[in-house]
């Protein structure tokens, strides 16, 4: 977005605000500011953008229940929300919930915490692309099975999980079934009901909306037991002030998306299939993390032969690309992406990713940028590592 | 207040290191850290009169890891023998401005492997005992077990 910055290409980590969703935020701030609670006139411009905003939305979702559209802090309080709030009301149905390795911490750690309260989470493996199996899910459910959550792609290395036929496999065994849809969101088109989606996590900032704003998709029926408990605001399950100017902004996000985003993926798959097939081609030593097919348009993630990641990114950073990895250098924890390792990549091979997200802002020049420095990046890191063999580098690069 | 996890000093290193590469038929040669973790450091010596004369690095690892592996180099280049020895962690982290605490184990590796280069050469000429080194501790130097791994 900003050109004297550089190239972005960490969308998947954040991305900008567009600019015509700000603009229809902030007269929320300063002149229509009421609360929708109250019973004044000055409420009612309120109640007025909060449906506004629970139609957009549902519009994207593909349902026609903007009823059904409660807006929360983050996807993050989404997937709390949707699992916590599931688990603790069926309870008394069962304890039993079924998920996958590659979730993101959000649903993971939620899940960990309702494991001491008592419930059992079986996760299922995914294979060597990141794919869940339907036949490892329905393996998976039992008679106490009450929630299946599978998120519906990856944000790591761009999986798309075949989300109908899980969906379906849960409605059989009558358990509920909800998908983090946080990076798919504006990257496939999407119909809940279709698909029999029950719950769905999203977030405002991965459609260019807002930070601090996500929402949660409840199918018609389905009560929550709330996290938040308080004055009741979201259809009583999700109590605190109704953070208008924001959800204002994902309403506005979510109906640019409706709009554009269909022409958005075709530039951004033939950008990032493109960029693919040149590196692959390209660089010695490249192999591609996840799934050729399905896979999220804008998601790279590649890794190179005998170089580790986070050096990979410093070295971009240099040349004024914003790139992440799943290095263990890269993290708080010193271990590398679990979602790396789940795919079946040893320690020492999952250190070397590197994972390139496009956006709305990127363009062709920036992917010429970023084809004029890696391979540069590369060849000076494989140049300098011990566990290059000294015969392959004299066939990849010369004397 | 800093907002790059890394200072200058390491940035620059890390950009531009020092005696990148391999010395063919090294007098003592050091090998330390562990794929799996992320991090494996190579350091190759050559000595005359007890000094080293010549020194190459190769790393695999993170910024943090190259850069510290450039720096050691630097501090050892042209110091003896027991100086190189002493050469610590502490000094090649002070020396870089301070990594961030997470990264201080991949700094750690940078000493360990140059001491491992060194006393690889004390063990090829049977000299450990004039060092004060026993056999066993210089094993440990060579083939270094990370307790953090």
């Known amino acids: 977005m900003d050109k004297e910055k550089g190239v972005y290409l960490d969308y998947q980590a954040g991305a900008g605000v567009d600019p015509r969703v700000l603009d229809v935020m902030l007269p929320y701030m300063t002149e229509s500011f009421g609360n929708p609670t109250s019973m004044h006139h000055w409420s009612w411009e309120a109640k007025k953008a909060l449906e506004n905003a629970r139609r957009a939305v549902a519009d994207l979702l593909g349902s026609q229940d903007w009823e059904r559209i409660l807006f929360t802090s983050s996807a993050t309080e989404s997937n709390n929300l949707a699992l916590k709030g599931t688990a603790r009301r069926l309870k008394k149905k069962g304890m039993h919930i079924v998920t996958s ?158 709009m554009e985003g269909e022409e958005e993926r075709r530039m951004l798959g033939a950008m990032s299939d493109n960029l693919i097939e040149r590196i692959l081609s390209t660089i010695p030593g490249a192999s591609l993390n996840g799934p050729k097919d399905p896979r999220l348009p804008g998601n790279v993630n590649v890794r190179f032969s005998y170089v580790e990641g986070e050096a990979l990114v410093l070295g971009l950073d240099s040349y004024g690309i914003a790139t992440s990895s799943g290095s263990a250098c890269s993290s708080k924890t010193l271990e590398p992406s679990h979602v790396l390792l789940a795919i079946g990549l040893p320690h020492e091979i999952a250190h070397g990713s590197l994972q390139l997200s496009f956006g709305r802002w990127t363009t062709q020049g920036h992917m010429e940028k970023l084809m004029s420095a890696l391979p540069k990046v590369v060849e000076r890191l494989q140049k300098m590592s011990p566990l290059a063999p000294p015969e392959w580098l004299k066939e990849m690069y010369g004397g | 207040m800093k907002y790059n996890i890394y200072s200058e000093k390491v940035m620059d290193h890390f950009q531009n290191p020092r005696n990148v590469g391999v010395i063919e038929d090294p007098d003592g040669f050091g090998r330390v850290g562990n794929p799996v973790c992320g991090d494996l450091m190579e350091m190759f010596i050559k000595v005359e009169d007890d000094k080293i004369t010549d020194i190459k690095f190769r790393t695999f690892g993170c910024g943090s890891a190259i850069a510290t592996s450039s720096m050691v180099t630097e501090l050892a280049i042209g110091t003896d023998l027991h100086r190189g020895l002493e050469i610590t962690r502490g000094e090649v982290a002070n020396e870089l401005d301070g990594p961030p605490p997470i990264k201080m184990h991949c700094s750690n590796l940078a000493a360990d492997a140059l001491h491992a280069a060194i006393v690889d050469y004390l063990i090829k000429q049977d000299r450990l005992e004039e060092f004060g080194l026993s056999p066993e501790e210089a094993k440990k130097i060579v083939h270094p077990e990370d307790p953090e791994h």
């Open chain 1, 101 to 258: 390795n590659i979730e993101h911490w959000s649903v993971h750690t939620p899940l960990k915490a309702l494991q001491k309260e008592g419930f059992e989470v079986t996760q299922v493996e995914v294979d060597e692309q990141g794919l869940v199996d339907p036949g490892d899910v329905e393996s998976a459910i039992r008679d106490d099975t009450i929630v299946i959550s599978i998120m519906m792609a990856n944000n790591e290395i761009g999986a798309i999980q075949p989300l109908e036929k899980i969906a379906h496999l849960a409605h059989e065994r009558n358990a509920l079934f909800h998908t983090d849809a946080t990076a798919a969101l504006g990257r496939m088109g999407l119909d809940v009901e279709k698909m029999g989606i029950d719950l769905l996590s999203l977030s405002s900032n991965q459609i260019y909306g807002p930070r601090g704003v996500g929402a949660l998709y409840v199918k018609k029926g389905i009560r929550l037991e709330p996290v938040l408990h308080g004055g009741g605001q979201e259809f009583g399950m999700r109590s605190g002030t109704e953070n208008i100017p924001g959800i204002v902004g994902l309403g506005k996000a979510a109906w640019i998306m409706a």
